[in-house]
């Protein structure tokens, strides 16, 4: 029901800089949840970002330890679109990131699980 779309991967310098895109399509965008996660070969999934719902009245944004202050993620409404913009790359950074989306506003945003709907991922490559 929630069709995503990402774009913005591609291969940088560690310590650069890459802003990736999510478009949305198909529900009231303003409505979901949103999410980022990324996953290396051989690893599983794991939990970027997200921006989800508090007490049913305004967005709140987390993060996962590993990116904390050097990742932000943000949502235009007007845009149906979601953004994570990455700063201070490292090698580890290296994986494909994907977008999801959920209606459920009471949910546990770092689980894959609590999320209905996934882009098809894009990689982002980090080189030293």
Not at 5 to 20: D, F, I, K, T, W
Not at 37 to 47: H, V
Not at 60 to 82: E, Q
Not at 87 to 92: C, D
């Amino acid at each position: 029901q929630v069709q995503l779309v990402e774009s913005g991967g591609g291969l940088v310098q560690a310590g650069g800089s890459l802003r990736l895109s999510c478009a949305a399509s198909g529900r009231t965008f303003s409505n979901l949840s949103m999410g980022w996660f990324r996953q290396a070969p051989g690893k599983e999934r794991e939990f970027v970002a997200a921006m989800s719902w508090i007490d049913n009245s305004r967005y709140y944004a987390d993060y996962g330890d590993s990116v904390r202050g050097r990742f932000t993620i943000s949502r235009d409404n007007a845009k149906n679109s979601l953004y994570l913009q990455m700063n201070s790359l490292k090698t580890e950074d290296t994986a494909v990131y994907y977008c999801a989306a959920t209606t459920g506003r009471n949910v546990a945003v770092r689980m894959p699980k609590q999320y209905d709907s996934w882009g098809q991922g894009t990689q982002v490559t980090v080189s030293s």
